[in-house]
């Protein structure tokens, strides 16, 4: 270990303690989304917490459309004028499967709760990491911008959409890192990702007068077949990017995984409808992969002369940095430094917020404690030494891109 980092360690050591108490107090804030409430009380002990360390603070209220309870982005500062380094994350949480989860377990070294690894424990780091940075004189010619977003476990168009639509995030940044659980990877690439929902409108008839009926059920049936097609296409469409070996490489399309329709079982049904979720790899056109699923359900619809529409729910841009990009280069020597084994890059088989600030041309990654297989489950958890060292690495990151 260099001098540099035993000094980042001496400081963090002390208040590992602290740490757990406050991700105690994090989880205990129940930020289930959807439907997205007790965010406003969660956006305030973060900046009550963000001042307590020594770090400049602000809510910023959202302005846009939103059915989200009393959401703020939370911004932090630590330093001055100068090189921008970015930490970003997000205080919601999935919804839990036990009202249970939202009081933290400690058990043999380890964190249990929800959000504790995705990613109330990122913030944590990412908050004492800054404050390290800080105090320890490490910020250098600049300064680290923290943005804490409250949606990102619905599409997040609310949250950092807001940074985006105002200017917020300024594109001459050194490079972005949000600690989400990456395990002991650095996540470099991230799937895109568009959702579609599929709707048929046809004639009700009573089973007796069933031929008078316009049956949407069968044309849904007829349009599903080449998107079901399209999905086993895609899914033989590897990446270049590096995975985890047990992670698929394709590109995934879930096909029907919500459906309805209809109002009896004797009843010619007028109504259908059908979901359509992607998550595509960084190497394909999102515009392009759009439009042939558009097509491929209206030239499916018009064989069987079915009325159809298609709504765009979602369509986020995949991200990508290169490995080799001087600042991944640079979070890999920081992993190294702290974990003392060389760090991997991997492709984030799900969608990063990343992409906000990968579309602007910052450098953009995923590190942080915690793991990805667990993170959405009964059994969420984060390793409270991990939580440490991942402060620790954040800390060197700053000293090492704003010197
Ligand atoms: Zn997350």
């Keep these: 270990m260099s001098a540099r980092s035993d000094l980042v360690a001496a400081w963090l050591e002390p208040r590992a303690e602290e740490m757990v108490d406050f991700l105690t107090r994090l989880?205990?804030?129940?930020?289930?989304?959807?439907?997205?409430?007790?965010?406003?009380?969660?956006a305030r002990l973060l900046e009550e917490e963000m001042r307590r360390l020594g770090l400049e603070a602000e809510l910023v209220e959202i302005t846009g459309p939103h059915t989200l309870e009393e959401p703020f982005i939370v911004r932090g500062t630590a330093g001055e004028e100068g090189k921008l380094l970015y930490f970003?994350?997000?205080?919601?949480?999935?919804?839990?499967?036990?009202?249970?989860?939202?009081?933290?377990r400690r058990e043999g070294g380890k964190l249990y709760g929800r959000g504790t690894a995705d990613m109330k424990g990122g913030i944590v780091s990412m908050l004492y990491g800054a404050a390290a940075a800080k105090e320890l004189g490490l910020t250098g010619n600049g300064r680290i911008?923290?943005?804490?977003?409250?949606?990102?476990?619905?599409?997040?168009?609310?949250?950092?959409?807001?940074?985006?639509?105002?200017?917020?995030?300024?594109?001459?940044?050194?490079?972005?890192?949000?600690?989400?659980?990456?395990?002991?990877?650095i996540w470099?690439?991230?799937?895109?990702?568009?959702?579609?929902?599929?709707?048929?409108e046809g004639r009700e008839a009573h089973v007796g007068q069933a031929a008078f009926g316009i049956n949407t059920f069968a044309h849904m049936v007829?349009?599903?077949?080449?998107?079901?097609?399209?999905?086993?296409?895609?899914?033989?469409?590897?990446?270049?990017?590096?995975?985890?070996?047990?992670?698929?490489?394709?590109?995934?399309?879930?096909?029907?995984?919500?459906?309805?329709g209809g109002s009896n079982f004797n009843v010619v049904p007028a109504d259908a409808w059908f979901t359509v979720d992607s998550r595509f790899n960084p190497?394909?056109?999102?515009?392009?992969?759009?439009?042939?699923?558009?097509?491929l359900i209206r030239d499916a619809a018009a064989e069987v002369d079915a009325k159809v529409t298609v709504e765009v729910t979602q369509f986020q841009p995949p991200a990508g940095t290169p490995a080799d990009h001087p600042a991944g280069a640079a979070l890999a020597a920081c992993v190294e430094e702290v974990r003392g084994e060389p760090?991997?890059?991997?492709?984030?088989?799900?969608?990063?917020?990343?992409?906000?600030y990968d579309q602007l041309g910052i450098p953009a990654f995923g590190y942080g404690a915690g793991r990805l297989d667990v993170s959405h489950g009964p059994n969420e958890h984060v390793d409270e030494q991990e939580l440490i060292r991942t402060a620790a690495v954040y800390a060197l990151y700053a000293a090492d891109t704003l010197a």
């Design 145 to 185: 911008v923290i943005h804490l977003v409250p949606d990102e476990e619905t599409g997040s168009v609310v949250g950092a959409g807001h940074l985006r639509e105002h200017g917020m995030i300024d594109p001459s940044a050194v490079a972005m890192v949000t600690g989400e659980p990456s395990g002991t990877s």
């Design 283 to 295: 190497e394909e056109d999102l515009h392009a992969e759009l439009e042939r699923m558009q097509t």
């Design 343 to 356: 760090a991997r890059f991997e492709m984030c088989g799900g969608i990063l917020e990343n992409r906000w």
């Design 188 to 200: 470099n690439a991230a799937r895109g990702a568009i959702s579609l929902k599929v709707s048929f």
């Design 222 to 260: 007829h349009v599903a077949q080449p998107l079901l097609a399209y999905a086993e296409e895609m899914a033989a469409r590897p990446t270049g990017y590096t995975m985890d070996p047990d992670d698929p490489t394709g590109s995934m399309v879930v096909v029907g995984g919500l459906s309805g």
């Design 88 to 104: 970003h994350g997000h205080y919601d949480v999935v919804p839990v499967q036990d009202r249970g989860q939202f009081t933290m």
């Design 27 to 42: 989880v205990a804030e129940p930020t289930e989304n959807p439907p997205g409430t007790g965010l406003g009380r969660c």
